[in-house]
């Protein structure tokens, strides 16, 4: 068995890392899909022009001199 992140070969018995070979790369791969988390695409643009359609900035009413 080997560490799927840095491919060193890895021992299951007294471990409590694996399948990665240290803590260092357990939190790599922690990184990755924390990463990947942040990377999904959502909807944010689209909710926000809906609010500013909503609730319209009232400029003109403000232009006193
Ligand atoms: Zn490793």
Excluded at 22 to 48: M, N
Aim: glycine fraction near 4%.
């Amino acid at each position: 068995m080997n560490c799927p992140i840095c491919g060193k070969p890895t021992k299951w018995q007294d471990n409590p890392h694996r399948p990665f070979c240290s803590e260092r790369c357990q939190l790599i791969d922690f990184g990755k899909w924390a990463d990947e988390e942040y990377r999904v695409p959502t909807a944010i643009d689209h909710s926000s022009e809906h609010t500013e359609r909503d609730h319209p900035l009232p400029t003109d009413e403000e232009h006193e001199p």
